[in-house]
Nanobody, 122 residues
């Protein structure tokens, strides 16, 4: 069992940056791949980025490639999402998730956090 708690969301102007954190409970954090997803009002939850158990492999949605960076610290049981050059279309609730392997689909992840709101003003 893994419990996930996101933090770091907020309001930022276009072009700004935010860093999201996702703290995990449980002793098996390092065995999970971690992903970030987001959901805007009226839209489906969409994949943003993922990282494998060791941090040696990362994968990004085309819409955030080159702007967002996912990383993890297994000693702290935390995964991060550094978001730069934010745009209004990045506005959404951001969720972290844990699963057995890197994937881009919601059903590939077993555990989810409660989400943190990111709002980018123009």
């Amino acid at each position: 069992q893994v419990q996930l708690v996101e933090s770091g969301g907020g309001l930022v102007q276009a072009g700004g940056s935010l860093r999201l954190s996702c703290a995990a409970s449980g002793r098996t954090f390092s065995s999970y791949a971690m992903g970030w997803f987001r959901q805007a009002p009226g839209k489906e939850r969409e994949f943003v980025a993922a990282i494998n158990w060791s941090g040696g492999y990362t994968y990004y949605a085309d819409s955030v490639k080159g702007r967002f960076t996912i990383s993890r610290d297994n000693a702290k049981a935390t995964v991060y999402l550094q978001m730069n050059s934010l745009q209004p279309e990045d506005t959404a609730v951001y969720y972290c998730a844990a699963g057995p392997r890197v994937g881009t689909l919601v059903y590939e992840y077993d555990y989810w956090g409660q989400g943190t709101q990111v709002t980018v003003s123009s």
